[in-house]
């Protein structure tokens, strides 16, 4: 066990730990966007399989961390549907993971992103019903896209915003089917053998990072106002788009 951390502590795990910080950081603010900001700047360390495992691991521990607060305050009758459909299709996602080369397909995703977050940006709100049928629809690109490659936050976040419910509400609504994206997505990943000796110890290297990362971002959404969560995650999904279209 001693000879696996002596073999991992290098100058990447380092830039890992910074990226974990920055990550758990957006997690706790927004309720989302953590693997986001992760992601990309990971699977340059790690490539992108090992990426995932280390960010859901911490991913994990911080929902535990933030669970609480959350499962007070979600609308379990609207996010039920789409809480469902994300940890149905999050296996088929993973198996593309494993099968294709995700570098192309996620600089799609990040134009994507861009696209989806300007639109609500500059006023447009999904204005059709709200059903099981879109919940679920917007759930399956979540599931599909996260168990891909890490980055189908936008999906969720553009559904649950489109609403006019109270910021608190709209964030545990996120909190709770990011939860369920990071347990899902890890056994995915983990049976398919991508949680190694050395990733699941940079894993936990990284968590504690996310973690307190989390917890200061959670302490300035009691601070900062409510217009302004909603304002900052439709800009940071397009801060977030450019980066992994570019990567």
Not at 5 to 20: E, K, M, P, R, W
Not at 151 to 173: E, F, I, M, T
Not at 212 to 238: E, H, T, V, Y
Request: proline letters at 6%; hydrophobic letters at 55%.
């Amino acid at each position: 066990m001693i000879e696996l951390f002596q073999s991992i502590l290098t100058i990447d795990l380092l830039g890992a730990v910074g990226i974990g910080l920055l990550g758990g950081l957006m997690h706790g603010y927004t309720g989302w966007g953590g693997a986001m900001v992760m992601m990309p700047l990971m699977s340059v360390l790690y490539g992108p399989v090992y990426a995932l495992a280390i960010i859901l691991m911490g991913g994990i521990m911080v929902s535990v961390q933030l669970f609480p607060w959350a499962i007070r305050r979600v609308d379990w009758r609207e996010m039920t549907p789409m809480f469902i459909a994300i940890a149905v299709s999050i296996p088929g996602g993973t198996y593309l993971l494993f099968l294709l080369d995700p570098t192309l397909v996620i600089r799609i995703i990040g134009f994507l992103i861009i696209g989806a977050a300007l639109v609500q940006l500059i006023g447009w709100s999904y204005a059709g019903p709200r059903g099981v049928v879109p919940a679920t629809v917007a759930g399956v690109m979540c599931g599909t896209i996260n168990g891909f490659a890490g980055l189908g936050g936008p999906p969720l976040v553009l559904y649950v915003l489109s609403k006019p419910d109270p910021p608190d509400q709209q964030k545990a609504n996120i909190l709770i089917a990011v939860a369920i994206v990071c347990i899902g997505a890890f056994v995915a990943v983990a049976v398919g053998g991508g949680v190694t000796g050395p990733v699941a110890a940079r894993g936990l290297i990284v968590a504690p990072a996310q973690m307190a990362g989390a917890w200061l971002g959670a302490s300035l959404f009691s601070i900062l106002p409510g217009d302004f969560f909603r304002k900052f995650s439709l800009i940071m999904l397009i801060t977030l788009g450019c980066m992994v279209a570019i990567f």
